[in-house]
């Protein structure tokens, strides 16, 4: 791991830029002489690491004592997505401008992101962990298909916030029930990107006993600030 700038903010947190390879990531930690328990912190389906909204969850959440880091894995960002990957997102924009069924289309579109980027995070985690200011347990928040992956497979991940926005492959789907850590769950009831019964479904499919759903009303884009607040009391009770 390679860190290539850094800033001071004015809340004290550590804001540094760093590579992994041909993984570029962003890593965020707060004045601490402790190690600190770490949030995987991932934007939904390819958005970029310095998507405005990610930035300042990832901000706030290192204010409140946690390392948090971030990561365009591949076909994520500006990293290069392949030319069949380009084809079905321009197919997936053609038919929601016609109505017509889109299901098909974004499983091939979010299926291969999630199947790239999980190895990713699961090596920027190894790096991140070597760190001496980061220390477990090991927390994850945000893009809900990726995290359900990374939750099935990697042990060192003892509790997730997922956003329930975007579509959640059938692959992932199916692994939500081998998933048994605590989670927070955040569901927008008027979404219009993500069916409400169909999350309610997958709530209700994951194996953990410990799970928490919190609706609000509004868009895909209208969570309330509070809720930040209320993710970072969660990760209280489970990362320290």
């Known amino acids: ?17 760093f590579t992994l390879g ?13 190690p600190a328990p770490l949030v995987l912190m991932a934007h939904n389906n390819g ?3 310095r998507d405005s909204r990610l930035v300042a969850r990832a901000r706030i959440t290192a204010a409140y004592g946690y390392a948090v880091a971030t990561i365009d894995a591949a076909g994520c ?29 974004f499983e091939s579109v979010v299926g291969p992101l999630v199947e790239q980027a999980a190895p990713e995070w699961r090596t920027t985690l190894d790096a991140l962990l070597s760190l001496p200011e980061i220390g477990g347990p090991v927390g994850y928040s945000g893009w809900m298909a990726l995290g359900i992956r990374l939750a099935a497979v990697e042990p060192r991940i003892t509790a997730a916030g997922f956003f ?11 692994e939500a029930r081998q998933v048994t ?19 309610l ?5 994951f194996g953990t006993k410990e799970k928490t759903l919190h609706a609000n ?24």
């Open 201 to 205: 479904d997958l709530f209700d499919a």
């Open 1 to 17: 791991m390679k860190f290539t700038s850094e800033q001071r903010l004015d809340d004290g947190v550590l804001e540094r830029e």
């Open 77 to 105: 960002g500006d990293r290069p997505r392949s030319a069949a990957d380009e084809q079905a997102r321009t197919e997936l924009r053609r038919a929601m401008r016609a109505g017509e069924p889109v299901d098909e289309i």
């Open 47 to 49: 958005l970029p690491k």
């Open 164 to 174: 329930a926005g975007g579509y959640v492959p059938r692959a992932q789907r199916e």
């Open 181 to 199: 850590i605590p989670l927070l769950m955040l569901l927008q009831w008027d979404d219009e990107g993500n069916p409400r019964q169909r999350a």
């Open 217 to 240: 009303m509004g868009g895909h884009t209208g969570t309330p600030s509070f809720e930040l607040t209320d993710g970072n009391r969660f990760f209280g009770r489970h990362l320290k």
């Open 22 to 34: 041909e993984i570029p990531g962003t890593l965020w930690t707060p004045e601490s002489a402790a």
